[in-house]
Every structure is written in C-alpha cells, then in structure tokens.
C-alpha cells in the first residue's frame, strides 16, 4: 500500500557501536518498534566501529573490552577523566577526542543518505552528529539514547533534540547537568519486544513465597573460576535454593556439572540463550553483572538483582540506581554475594520489598515509547 499523506516515507539513521552489546541491542529494538509502526519508512542501523573502518573499529571495541575484562582499574580512570568537571572549553575538547576518531568517514555516509531523523545508542556518534548540526551541515532532528541508568558527562552533546533515558533518576541527573527538561523523555532503557509481551503476562506473587527461592545466575565471563567459587559459596549456606545458571560459555558447561555433581547439588546449566525474558520471570532473584540492558530486563520483569562485581564506571552507575531504587543489592565479591542470598532467604520480606521496588525503574515498553515519540515528532 503506498503511503498516505501522514504517512510519507521518511528515512531514520540509527547510529550505534558494537563496543558493548548494551548500545547494539537498544538499537535494534528501537528499529524492530519503528518498522512496526512505520512499515514504509527506510530504517537503516550502522555500527560507528565499522563506518570508521575495520581496523579502527576494532581497535575501539577491543580496547574496550581488554579494559573492563582485564583492566578496570584503568577504565575507571577514562571513565571519571570523561566525567570529570572541566572548565566548559577544555571538557569539550576532551570528550570530542574519541569521537573524532574516524570521523570524516561517518559525516560521509551520513551525508551521503540524507536522513530525515538520527538516532544514537553511543555518545560518540552523538557528538559527530551534534557537530555537524552545529556546522550547518544538518538541520534534522537527533536524539540521543543513553543506555545505563546513571550519567557520564561524555552524553552530553549540543544540539541535541530528545534524550531517552532510562528512569525519572537518570532525568534528574540530566536536569542538574543543565539539560532541557522539555526533551528529556524517561521511557526507559530499549529492550527486546519480548520482554514487553511478558511483563504483560506477568502475576507475582504478593503473598509469602513458600518452597526455595528460584536463584537465577547468569554467567558470561571467560574466566569460569568466579562461578565456580560462587557456586561454592551459595551451597555452604546451607539454604533452600533451587539454582538455575545461563549464558555459560561452552567450554564451561561440563566442568560446571561436574562440580556442582561433586559437591552433590542439582541445577540447571545452559549455555547462550535467546528467551532470558522466560527465565527472569520466573526467578525470585537474579545474580549478574549490571549492564544498562540487563539492569533493564530484569526490573521489567520485577526481578530483584545482586550486582556481583560491576565495571567501575558505568555499571557501578546502575548499581548506585538499584540501590537508590531499593530493588537490589551489590556484592564486591562472591562470597558477598552469597551471603546476600541467605539473607534474602531468612528476610523473605526484605525480598518482597524489593520485588515491588523493582516497578520504579521497570519500563518494558521503552523501545515502542520511543518509536512513537519519533513519529510523532516526524509528522508533526
């Protein structure tokens, strides 16, 4: 069907950056809500590690993740020197240095395809963009997607038209770095259409849960010695557990079950998974790391959440929003984290609190927020 007059097909630019699964998987479910709503627009998602070229790109996301894997210490320095509060001239030219990085190839493309709306899910795009709009090479709308809960000042860009943001928390901070209240949107972090169709679906329980508690873990690191010294932990409590593991790396699978047979516990073990949204709504509690995705999954689904050993920087940025929200705890370490457990075991009230302070910061429809906002914005 052609389109009709309110209804012209417009061309959207989703910028985004494949350093971090986090900015990646919001764009995508930003673009599956557009195409939804806007069956004729030309959507087109482009990763800014490749538009600046391959060697570059992969530079930036390997950089990225040899830092958080293995140097976090290191990360956490760049992370705070990005957010630190320069006098206003210096702070830009600091903050525009990774940007810059390629950045010719990607004002080319952009130019090249003359869009009618930018959005970005990485806050380097964003500046590039937010340059050429300042240099009167654009006159189109852009808006930015911040994908952690807590905000580092490198976001903030000129002539930025919306922020989506994942909470009320996240638009005070934005308020107080002296952003427009006017386009700040708090819909939320973009997840997958999925976990929107189950939190629909969704019943907890209010009353007092009887039987052991449903623990969810999920495991993505490669150093599988953590895990093993988590499983460790949670089974010398002693506690009524029913444990089910996710995201194990293959390598990992048979050791896991091995250990766990030897100090005489079941559980279920799997390795990658692509329904996460079926296991958290059935967890009591989930014990992962707290990227802005996953910090936004499970508050969706009204899964309470231990932070075991976050990324300085901007994970620890969502643990201090679950803290602040009251709907998880953060354990520096393994042991920690089991003792967390057994606490919430004992305290099954504690738990409950938690599970109801979870909906402060639960926006499932976040993506399909945002898409409407967009078309609306287009045809106004």
């Known amino acids: 069907m052609p389109a009709g007059p309110t209804d012209k097909a417009k061309k959207i630019l989703i910028l985004t950056m494949s350093a971090g699964a986090g900015h990646l998987s919001a764009a995508k479910a930003i673009n599956k809500e557009l195409w939804a709503q806007n069956p004729s627009w030309e959507i087109t998602v482009a990763d800014h590690a490749e538009l600046i070229g391959k060697l570059k790109g992969q530079v930036m996301t390997k950089s990225y993740n040899l830092m958080t894997s293995y140097f976090p210490g290191l990360w956490k320095a760049f992370y ?52 050429m709009k300042k240099a009167n090479q654009l006159t189109l709308p852009l ?15 000129n002539k930025v038209d919306h922020y989506f943001v994942a909470s009320d928390y996240t638009k005070q901070q934005l308020i107080a770095a002296g952003v427009n209240i006017k386009i700040i949107h708090a819909f939320g972090i973009p997840i997958r259409q999925e976990f929107a169709q189950r939190a629909a679906k969704l019943e907890r329980a209010a009353a007092k849960k009887t039987g052991p508690l449903k623990l969810l873990i999920v495991e993505t690191r490669t150093n599988r010695k953590p895990l093993f010294s988590l499983l460790r932990a949670l089974l010398a409590q002693q506690s009524a557990l029913q444990i089910t593991l996710v995201g194990l790396k293959p390598q990992h699978l048979e050791p896991v079950q091995k250990l766990l ?53 901007q994970e620890m940025t969502n643990v201090k929003a679950l803290l ?19 606490q919430l075991i004992k305290d099954p009230a504690q738990l409950a609190r938690m599970q109801a302070a979870t909906q402060t910061l639960a926006r499932p429809q976040a993506a399909s927020d945002i898409a409407k906002l967009i078309k609306q914005t287009m045809l106004s």
């Open 143 to 157: 808006a930015v997607v911040i994908t952690d809960f807590g905000l580092n000042q490198i976001w903030l860009a």
């Open 261 to 313: 047979h030897q100090l005489g516990f079941k559980a279920a073990v799997h390795g990658f998974i692509n329904n996460l949204e079926d296991y958290l709504a059935t967890a009591d509690l989930v014990i992962t790391k707290a990227g802005g995705l996953t910090t936004a999954e499970a508050m969706a689904l009204q899964t309470p959440m231990i932070a075991l050993r976050p990324i300085p920087g």
């Open 324 to 342: 602040a929200a009251g709907a998880g705890l953060h354990a520096k370490n393994e042991k920690q984290a089991a003792k967390l457990v057994a």
């Open 80 to 131: 705070d020197l990005a957010d630190f509060n320069f006098p206003r001239p210096l702070f830009n030219q600091l903050r525009h240095l990774f940007s810059r990085v390629g950045e010719r190839r990607v004002v080319n493309f952009v130019l090249k395809h003359e869009f009618d709306y930018i959005i970005c899910t990485h806050f380097a795009s964003a500046h590039i963009i937010s340059a």
